[in-house]
């Protein structure tokens, strides 16, 4: 006798559809019969550069204590995060990536009833993990691809427990500056929980954009979540963390599960803190690398979002899905965006120089096309 397991699940998983990551490049080759060597993938916005060799180094040193579990409170890269962040350990909650700081935030302040404030082409694990714990997302029609930090103030109703913010926004590379951020955080209610997510951080330098760490001892109703995946090149290991108020933090190591960063995660992202240099050159890369797409977007009369992550989302007037299967068929993995309601918008993560010319030339030729 079979059963309907969907119709089992709680209400709001049942609603739900799976996240759809970039394509990995074996599948693409398996698929169309390509040589993986040739494929280029600039779709999931990872770090061209490969890792940190510190982080490798410290991860071939943990290699012979794989029968052990990790250090559940992951308390050395706690002490060096708290140190760099000028925060208390008490302070730090570390995550398997930064999603699943995002993600026990929803399930330690959300339930149905209750509700979460995002922006329009806002990240899609916002309003996936609001949803899956039966909340609401009140999604905020965005200004210009970006936050309305304003309509979502207004948004904020009693039953509003968390609202979430990125800065620079993924897949639209938005952001805002330091007086924007004040402003909204001056008139959230203190007990609504503002997770600001700064994935992306790291590529920016100067005061281009807001620190979030700057706001915490100001505001006990933030959280600043980052992640170690995009200029420390750590995407595989999945670790991130979140830096909030001590007491933010013990309730989120309430629903956190045991052991969720493992070893290697631990030691690699210990030894990337400590590798200056390689986060210099993960800047410079992408600088140059965006550039370099803007100036061969400008080149084919393309329009795109100015970017202050390490993507670009390009705008094709039309769909964008044949491009993008175009682009499959010569090789180049990039990512549609028609799922965030950007059907003719592409979104493309900075390569390496030589990858970057190869999605150009590529895109010439199926652009030529017609």
């Known amino acids: 006798m079979s059963c309907d397991f969907l119709a089992r699940a709680v209400p709001g998983v049942q609603k739900l559809s799976p996240y759809v990551p970039g394509k990995p490049v074996d ?12 494929i280029v993938k600039l779709a999931s916005n990872e770090n061209p550069l490969g890792p940190s060799p510190k982080a490798l180094e410290a991860i071939r ?13 992951g308390f050395e ?20 990536g930064s999603n699943d700081i995002l993600d026990l935030v929803a399930r330690a302040f959300l339930a149905p009833g209750l509700n979460a ?16 714990v039966g909340a609401e997302g009140k999604v905020v029609p965005a200004q210009g691809y ?38 909204f955080l001056a008139r959230v209610p203190g007990n609504v929980l503002v997770v600001l997510d700064e994935a992306y951080i790291e590529y920016a330098e100067g005061d281009e954009l807001p620190d979030g760490l700057n706001y915490l001892a100001q505001y006990p109703n933030l959280l600043v979540s980052r992640t170690f995946s995009k200029a420390y090149g750590l995407a595989s290991l999945r670790v991130g963390y979140g830096v909030s108020s001590a007491q933010v933090a013990d309730v989120l190591n309430r629903v956190r599960q045991p052991f969720n960063v493992n ?59 044949p491009i993008n299967r175009a682009l499959l068929q010569d090789g180049v993995i990039v990512r549609p965006v028609a ?21 150009l030339t590529a895109l010439t030729k199926v652009l030529a096309r017609g």
């Open 146 to 183: 970006g936050h309305d930090l304003e309509a979502m103030l207004a948004a904020i109703d009693a039953n509003t427990r968390v609202v979430f913010i990125a800065n620079p926004n993924n897949p639209t590379g938005t952001w805002f500056g330091p007086q924007a951020l004040a402003e």
């Open 61 to 73: 040193a943990e290699l012979a204590e794989l029968t052990r579990y990790p250090d559940g409170n």
């Open 117 to 132: 404030v995002f922006s329009q082409y806002a990240f899609a694990v916002y309003p996936i993990a609001t949803q899956a």
């Open 263 to 321: 070893s290697l995660a631990l030691a690699a992202a210990c030894a990337a803190l400590d590798d200056a240099d390689y986060l210099a050159a993960s800047r410079r890369v992408n600088d140059a690398g965006m550039a370099q797409l803007e100036q061969g977007f400008r080149a084919l009369g393309l329009s795109w979002i100015p970017s202050r992550g390490n993507f670009i989302a390009v705008d094709f007037g039309r769909d964008a899905a």
């Open 339 to 359: 799922g965030y309601g950007m059907p003719t918008f592409l979104r493309v993560s900075i390569g390496t120089e030589q990858e970057n010319a190869r999605f």
């Open 27 to 38: 599948e693409l080759a398996r698929e169309l019969n390509l040589d993986p060597v040739g």
């Open 77 to 96: 890269l706690k002490r060096k995060l708290a140190a760099r962040c000028g925060v208390q350990p008490a302070q730090v909650t570390l995550g398997n």
